[in-house]
């Protein structure tokens, strides 16, 4: 069971190139969410998804877009790579919060992008 | 306005004493949830404990307990006995229940050194 996995780990991208984050999960959960994280700053929310097929912009989705074909992956994609989006980017998955379960989200190990 | 506010950017503590690292949220929903997590310098992010708005009795699991004050919207992390491992960044997390996104919003986090 390797719960939460993230590709590539590290990326160095020149601005304006494109590229794609992975995230699998192995959990059989309906949520995955794409989070950065700044120096100084918590987790923001980038996009969502509640199921196959669905995506939903989070806090700060300029940049991005996602795709969620199959449930268990949610890609992430940047069209055109700018310095501001140097960050650690962290994929969660969770099964959907119901009743008295919490459902913690689960989270991969993250994505070290530089873009220069 | 920030809907989760840690105030302690960094902490130091003595190795096998207790250390409370602080957490206050804002929200008008009454559905809530307070995740605490930890991420060590390796960068994942470790669930460590959940409380619940409506729970009665304040959340503890093994040396990690919160001291859950509801009228005063704090939700402060209690390590006992701390060790050298615990030295991490720690990140208080609010979910609300009416946001169907069910996203977390994080702090910006406190980091804790626990000196031998």
């Known amino acids: 069971n390797a719960g939460v996995t993230q590709t590539p780990k590290f990326r160095v991208l020149k601005t304006g190139q494109s590229m794609t984050l992975l995230c699998a999960q192995d959990?059989?959960?309906?949520?995955m969410y794409w989070y950065r994280q700044d120096p100084g700053m918590g987790l923001r929310l980038i996009h969502y998804s509640v199921g196959e097929g669905t995506t939903a912009k989070g806090e700060v989705p300029d940049g991005y877009n996602v795709s969620r074909l199959k449930k268990q992956n949610f890609l992430l994609g940047l069209e055109s790579a700018a310095p501001s989006q140097t960050s650690v980017y962290f994929c969660a998955s969770s099964l959907r919060p119901s009743g008295s379960s919490y459902n913690e989200q689960f989270f991969g190990p993250g994505t070290r992008l530089t873009v220069l | 306005a920030q809907k989760i506010t840690q105030t302690q950017p960094g902490m130091f503590v003595q190795e096998k004493e207790a250390v409370t690292l602080d957490c206050t949220y804002d929200t008008s929903d009454p559905s809530y949830g307070l995740f605490w997590y930890k991420q060590p310098s390796s960068g994942e992010m470790i669930f460590l404990i959940y409380?619940?708005?409506?729970?009665?009795q304040n959340a503890t699991e093994g040396r990690y307990s919160l001291n859950f004050q509801k009228a005063r919207k704090s939700a402060n992390l209690v390590i006992s006995a701390s060790q050298l491992g615990d030295s991490a960044m720690y990140f208080c997390a609010m979910r609300e229940g009416l946001d169907s996104s069910y996203k977390l919003i994080f702090g910006s986090g406190t980091r804790l050194l626990v000196r031998p």
């Open positions: 959990m059989n959960h309906e949520y």
């Open positions: 409380q619940g708005s409506y729970d009665q």
